[in-house]
């Protein structure tokens, strides 16, 4: 699985960390002042980066994190099949079918930039 480990206070809105093992996106990082015997507290908030659920955790600020490594690649798309349209990674010359989004009318030869974390890939 491709991760790394972090501190909560290293995470910033914006940045990728795992909530109950789905790579999630920042949307909101806020931290409560140390109490009278306990450590200060981070509350992070995100929303999946390939399902778009919302998700938040709390954790001392301290704790240690999973961050995921995702990647951001060009393609060009092949070909189109209903909701389904066939691209080649413009670096490693792979091609996989991925689900067309909704709002989007590829047609072949166009470029795309899209996310891709082990085997999950979304259009950006």
Not at 19 to 28: G, K, L, Q, R, Y
Request: aromatic share 6%; glycine share 6%.
């Amino acid at each position: 699985m491709a991760k790394q480990q972090t501190e909560v206070r290293d995470l910033q809105e914006g940045s990728y960390v795992m909530i109950e093992d789905t790579p999630c996106v920042i949307n909101s990082y806020s931290t409560a002042k140390p109490g009278k015997h306990g450590s200060a507290k981070a509350r992070v908030e995100g929303k999946g980066v390939f399902d778009e659920q919302k998700r938040n955790f709390t954790q001392p600020v301290d704790a240690k994190v999973w961050v995921p490594i995702i990647d951001r690649k060009q393609g060009q798309v092949i070909s189109v099949d209903g909701n389904d349209m066939q691209v080649m990674d413009l670096e490693t010359y792979e091609t996989f079918t991925m689900r067309i989004p909704d709002g989007m009318d590829p047609t072949p030869d166009d470029e795309i930039e899209y996310l891709q974390h082990e085997e999950q890939t979304k259009v950006v």
